[in-house]
């Protein structure tokens, strides 16, 4: 609870009980057109960090463990049904466009029967943290109960935002839209976040009691704080975690966000990022302590990374597992089902793919290793190649423990060497190897003595004879 007391601002966290907990159910608000990112994608299934802003709000939610969870839509109802199918999350749909209140209430029937706590949030405001969240719930719950509780906030620059007016221990006077606002309320630097908590026995009374007399002719959520008969409170959030998204270049500033914060905590964990600015995570990138990052290194989803990995510049990783004390790139790729074992190593210019390193393995240079097995201290030489795929199907090879493998060797699987077996380099090998054995599979080395010199000798008359 101690972060929390960060975000209220108006409001001391040391003033709210931990209360009981109540049923929850949640709204998010996903139906506006998006037409600014110019996209055939649903606005709230575009990416951050590898996951989509949708999915990241689902996931912060999730820790609250609510009963019902409704996503309310406009346009592009199949995509985002698929994006959240599996996930007991039920689909709204806003036909038209008349305002955020409108869009809550659409959310109406999918909540039938429920009695507990409504959180309000954005489909596209996906860094809200679940700590936030949970503040806003228990300050609905404290002392004077108020009618809803707001997330407000105070950017650097308050430009068209929703204005509240607050007086002590957060206490809502007056909450306007900006295109409403007169100068002396605009002038105001506390200003809505758009999310909010309501108890279900309010909410959708309040929403009938709305009207859209206003410059867009819209009914506004916020309205329901200014209804007669009860007040409403805010808490304060800092301004990254409200940050929305309605470009492409909002999007990368919340990337930005998130990518900074990730590596802030990855370095609190005893991670060593020698130019933190270039190193990308993904949303669920592991990593263990004593691990070094190099410059320009970026994560895909899926990556777990044990301790004291040393991961050099220019290496890109999804979907592997490293174990510890094992060492990649630079210039390295592991793609999906690449395990590396400890003290293994992948070298520049190498990648690997669907296969598994033993322990100590070793490819230093220039290889592609797909869909195979390297036993415990292989090594694999510059420029080999595992031939998995015949353009219908992908076949495995298989490397013993202590296998060497010549530089610039082809191995054309399905295929077997065997523990302790030397390939020669420049072999193509098709069928088994034994253990403990030589594979030499090139042609005889044949020299002709002056052939050279004949052989330009020769050219040069023709030339000349042109």
């Known amino acids: 609870m101690a972060e929390s007391a960060q975000i209220l601002g108006l409001f001391a966290i040391k003033d709210v009980p931990v209360t009981a907990t109540r049923p929850l159910a949640v709204i998010i608000l996903a139906a506006g057109q998006g037409t600014r990112m110019k996209s055939m994608k649903h606005k709230v ?12 709000l689902l996931a912060s939610v999730a820790e609250l463990q609510p009963e019902r969870q409704v996503v309310v839509v406009g346009a592009g109802r199949e995509q985002v049904e698929k994006a959240v199918e599996g996930s007991g999350t039920v689909i709204a749909v806003q036909a038209e466009q ?11 029937d999918a909540l039938a029967g429920f009695a507990g706590d409504i959180l309000i949030l954005y489909g596209d405001v996906p860094l809200v943290r679940t700590e936030t969240m949970r503040t806003m719930l228990e300050r609905l719950n404290w002392g004077d109960e108020p009618r809803a509780v707001v997330l407000g906030f105070r950017p650097e620059d308050a430009a068209a935002y929703g204005r509240i007016i607050a007086r002590d221990q957060g206490v809502i006077e007056k909450m306007v839209e900006y295109k409403d606002a007169n100068a002396e309320e605009r002038a105001v630097t506390l200003c809505n976040s758009g999310l909010m908590a309501v108890r279900s026995t309010d909410l959708f009374v309040l929403l009938d009691k709305i009207g859209n007399d206003n410059a867009a002719g819209e009914y506004y959520l916020p309205d329901i ?20 998204v309605n470009s492409r270049a909002e999007l990368a500033g919340v990337e930005a966000v998130w990518q900074d914060r990730r590596r802030a905590e990855a370095m609190r964990e005893g991670v060593t990022l020698i130019a933190p600015e270039t190193v990308f995570f993904a949303h669920d990138t592991q990593l263990g302590r004593d691990v070094v990052v190099e410059p320009n290194v970026v994560f895909g989803p899926g990556v777990t990374v044990a301790d004291n990995v040393t991961i050099h510049a220019f ?32 070298g520049n210019f190498v990648e690997v793919k669907k296969a598994e390193l033993g322990e100590g393995a070793k490819a230093n240079h220039l290889s592609y290793i797909g869909d195979a097995s390297i036993g415990a201290g292989a090594n694999i030489g510059a420029g080999t190649i595992t031939c998995n ?26 295929v077997k060497i065997g523990a302790g077996a030397i390939v020669a380099a420049g072999s193509v090998v098709t069928q088994e190897v034994e253990a403990d054995a030589l594979c030499l599979v090139r042609p005889r080395q044949e020299g002709k003595p ?14 000349a004879g042109r």
């Open 98 to 108: 008349l305002g955020t209140g409108h869009a809550v209430a659409q959310a109406h």
């Open 450 to 463: 002056g052939w050279a010199a004949r052989f330009r000798a020769k050219m040069q008359a023709r030339k």
């Open 389 to 414: 795929y015949d353009g219908f199907f992908k076949y495995k090879t298989e490397i013993g423990a202590g296998a060497f493998i010549g530089s610039n060797s082809a191995l054309v699987a399905p």
């Open 315 to 346: 290496s890109h990783l999804e979907g592997a597992t490293i174990e510890t004390g094992a060492e990649i790139g630079p210039y390295a790729r592991l793609r999906p089902g690449a395990k590396i074992g400890v003290k293994a190593k992948v």
């Open 45 to 56: 299934l575009h990416p951050i960090a590898g996951r989509s802003m949708l999915l990241h």
């Open 225 to 244: 704080v200014m209804l007669p008969g009860a007040q409403s409170a805010v808490i304060e959030a800092e301004s990254w975690e409200v940050a929305g």
